[in-house]
């Protein structure tokens, strides 16, 4: 921990999913400052209100600062508790939801936070699709590649297995992924297991250092994390890609987060409806 | 979509991650609504800005009713055609950002969200958590046990795989599973493979007759989904968590991001700092 940095609280009677991730977008918009995080679930009781409240207050005088308190709790008795620390305290349903209630024309209704519940349809769509990704991570199945609603291809270590993972696990997305090895670029043709399919296949690409890094990092001093190799495997890949006309993304500078959007959006894909 | 539904945007210059988990979290305190959701990511030139403005002027006068955009973008110019929409536009940024100025004694600075850069330390702590979660998923691999933040156990489909997936996405966590089959359950002790790592493990479990119904989609009419035989696996497990001491929870009424939130809260697992 710096010296100086702030201690940020991401508070909720729920998982503290929505107050985390709403804080830190908003803590990103200040990179300069240090920040110290705390990520506070399940505070729904009158007394574990009152317990986080002793630790605020505690924290405000071992700092010297104003702690930051993020929280997103539906229940007014716990707001109460909470605003009367000495912190800075936001709480942006208590901001916006007399704006939705007005424009609804009706009051809001439940404490809690929408992780709480279970969408039964949703939890079998996310389940049928992690079964999918994990049968078809790195080319191990390559039977029934007509379920999938996409096919990402690329070198390894290019982002494919995360990408699928996550497209499984936020949206319920069926999505296999298969390697393009060394053999695959000798020849001009796509290889035999995905070419009937050529309409899901999307394809990853990352730049030549990236690449050389984050293999080096797996098995140091290889040929496999040499520049020499990873440049080959690269210039092969994005070739086979314009050849056969496949979209593709070079992932670099993107998190998973950001791959899996941009695959959902250039692919028009359907995601499973949260509500 | 029913009649009735609202419209409701989830808008960005990034991902749109932050809008969409604010804004589900707010459309889930008014249950009796129907709200028709649509996630619109990388919004990021004032040309797509104008573009997406016209859509949401046309939803209104095609639906009769004003839509909701609940939007999470840094750039100001942006933002200002938004807000001409004719539409309920939410801006929490906006909103929030002032109060945290004032308490930081800075002004913002980057436009876009925090998922749009990549932290190289917290990209390779989740590829290598991803890594282990694949490779030590089901029982698969045994060993480096040693290395597990946590070893999930439990009968089939008690939401293992999922939950392990999550933590090493979302949080870096290093996360095994182990299988407790019906040979298992012969013995007083525990399995072979997880008996030197007590302190790790974690045990799921969950209701009967979701478990019959889970096994029963995989499954039909199969003796592994029936009743009898998962009243059996049940009680059997639960009696090996409480012989051994071994924590556990029911994750019948819980989504993945509520079973992983409880595991770090429960163990006090250390996640990848996201800042």
Redo the contacts between chains.
Sequence with gaps: MQPNS?HVYFLSN?????AE??G??????????A?Q?H?V??VDTLEKAHAFADEINRCRDASGH?P?VIC?M?DDDLIKVIEHCKA?V?D??G???P??EK??A?Q???P???????NPSL??S??DA?DYA?QH?DGGKTQNYDEADIILVGVSRSGK??SC??LA?QFGIKAANYPITEEDMDSDRLPQPIAPFKKQLFGLTTDLQRLVN?RE?RRPNSRYASTNQCRFELRAVEEMYLRHNIPYINTS??????I???II?DNGLH?V???
């Design positions: 702030r729920g998982t503290a999913i929505t991730t709403l830190m977008s908003l803590l990103a918009q200040f990179p300069d400052h920040f995080t990520t679930p399940f104003l930051i997103t539906g800075l936001i942006p349903f901001d916006i939801l704006r939705l424009v609804l009706t809001h209704h439940q809690g936070e929408s992780h709480r519940t279970v939890y079998e996310r389940i992690i994990m991570d297995t995360p993972l996550y696990l984050i990092e500078k993107m998190s998973v987060e950001e899996s959007a941009r959006r995601r409806d949260l509500i």
